[in-house]
DNA sequence: CTTGGCACTCAGGAGCAATGAGTGCCAGCG
DNA sequence: CGCTGGCACTCATTGCTCCTGAGTGCCAAG
């Protein structure tokens, strides 16, 4: 029902619109683009995208934007994913090495990505569900106080501080501790839980309120840890584009953990990258924004995901590759970490 | 050669005008103060205020606004910081109790004093240079790969993961932490350095490479971290102030952990507030904008420091009184952990 | 199906007058 | 000598009209 023309026309008008910011009207879109036809033509095949509901006029003697179900079409079909430059990505490369913790890469993918993109970036923690142990460490750090630390295989670090009853043997500390690291040691942090149901009776009697208060701490530190941890950066390029709506309710939304969360969404069925656009978000406050996303992590393990949020009025193709490749260069850092 | 009275219509004009964003001419002034003199009589005054430069006009008919030099004499002369009601400081009590991690503590503290000002909020983290050593470990991870964790007596915890050169025997890695504690058990890290410039001469030659590695990468930490961490949030509180100026200048600002540094200022003479307004601000881009910092610490040991972003024309006892509040908390819980 | 022509719409800007809040100044009063 | 009421003056803001021009929809001809 549309033929190849009239796709090329929306083509044309999305990026007009992008790069402009302006409403597009017929002549121009003949004028700068070589459609091989007269701005009549053109104006006859808009009047049929406009009916289909892919592009609308802000007032009568305007020309037309695209609507969301116009960018959704793009994305799907008119475009491909531009892949960065070769100087692009070696400056990812090196930025991103330069990292020498897992709070150093968070906080490094998330400016660079926003810098990258000009937008806003998001970028969620390795999940800790998804991980397993590495290392389990126990440490007397007071009198009747021991500190547990907990290593993942992603390089993420959990301590908590344990109150516990009475004061303990070094001696006992050390045969938990062994014992911890055999039962945890290469588990998946989901089956944490079901791995330590009978730690208490594995340790002598006088050992097992200590033993019970470490696993309360440490089952706690993982349903805590359940609700991830995620961050943002370059808020200040939200100010460059002027938001019809109220710039305001954008950045309350990404104050708010959990509708970043639910911003970036569920992990996405392939590797690829998602789209979402405007009125698809989940949350009211950015039904002006579109959500560019991809999962990262190392191998097979799909670990978090981390995206740009802009206007919907953003340019895809870049944004897109921008994204793929910092996600993937991250996968390959937290691996060679 | 200010009079009283002068000085009485300044605080009007600075109350007036932080609650209504409005210029405030004289006939209000009368009206809705009981200032016991005629629109006329403040007229003469506040053309005397004018004159000295603690007021003006944005233009000819329109009312009197201060300038930065009126809300400093109006800080340091006209106002006292007003404490926060018994529900507040309660609530705050509660809220910050809560937490559970330095983490938590930091950024329980950021959120509450963005929502309780309402206004942008900034917390350095404890400094680390301050602080001492609870305890350092060492924790093999893996062949060729150990974890050194550095705990200080704020509850900060640092991490490194340390490549060592050749396998390291349990044995070897016990000895080496039993050295680092009992050589820098309760020591300050700024005298850390010292205290280990001859760790290497201190085992056994088979052991040097791995202490020399160790003795590197803790050095190098404690070099890192020297620039402090800071956080800040309620960036969307900015929106709902209109500036003057552009407001992506201080969100810039904001986003670069350099300017939020210079921003809190040095730690003050005394333990009181501090306030910065306007162009007495270091950073161009928040020239038009305030800060009200103070220092928190526990006991005498002050530790960092904490604040408030806002627009000149803010309401400076309650904000004052809200920073005061925030920062004792913060250092009742720091000390209680 | 495409194209040039043409009448029509309407947002945005320019020009202009009226409004009114606020000022400065002055003469009179206690 | 300081306070006050009166008064003329300034000037941002508002509302109004008019005009312009980009852009459209429709139609008849190629």
Do not use: W
Request: aromatic fraction near 4%.
């Amino acid at each position: 029902m549309l033929d190849d023309r009239k796709l090329a026309v929306l083509r044309a008008i999305v990026e007009d619109f992008v790069s402009t910011n302006e409403p597009v009207g017929s002549k121009a879109l003949a004028d700068r683009h070589n459609l091989g036809v007269s701005p009549a033509t053109i104006r006859n095949d808009m009047a049929v995208l406009e009916e289909q509901g892919y592009i609308a006029q802000p007032h009568t003697s305007a020309g037309r934007v695209p609507t969301d179900k116009g960018y959704r079409l793009f994305v799907d079909r008119l475009s491909t994913i531009k892949p960065l430059s070769v100087a692009e990505r070696r400056a990812i490369e090196t930025f991103l090495s330069g990292a020498y913790d897992l709070d150093d890469v968070v906080g490094r993918t998330v400016r660079l990505l926003a810098q990258l993109t000009r937008q806003v970036a998001v970028v969620q923690y390795p999940s800790l569900t998804r991980s397993s142990v590495r290392h389990v460490e126990l440490v007397p750090v007071a009198e009747g106080r021991l500190l547990l630390v907990l290593i993942t295989n992603t390089g993420r670090v959990e301590q908590r501080v344990i109150d516990t009853p009475g004061t303990v043997s070094e001696e006992s500390i050390g045969h938990l501790r062994a014992l911890l690291n055999t039962c945890l040691d290469g588990l998946g942090l989901g089956d944490v839980p079901a791995a330590l149901a009978d730690l208490p009776e594995k340790v002598g009697a006088d050992d097992r309120p200590v033993a019970a208060a470490v696993l309360s701490v440490l089952l706690e530190t993982l349903v805590e840890n359940h609700e991830e941890k995620i961050v943002f950066a370059g808020a200040a390029n939200l100010a460059a584009v002027d938001f019809s709506q109220s710039l305001r309710e954008v950045l309350v939304a990404l104050e708010e953990q959990v509708v970043l969360m639910r911003l970036l969404g569920e992990t996405g069925d392939s590797s690829t990258v998602t789209v979402r656009i405007g009125t698809e978000n989940p949350d009211l406050g950015l039904r002006s924004t579109s959500v560019v996303a991809a999962d990262y992590g190392v191998g097979d393990l799909t670990l978090a995901r981390l995206g740009v949020l802009g206007p919907t009025r953003m340019d895809y193709p870049s944004t897109m590759g921008a994204v793929r490749a910092v996600a993937r260069y991250v996968g390959q850092i937290l691996a060679g970490s």
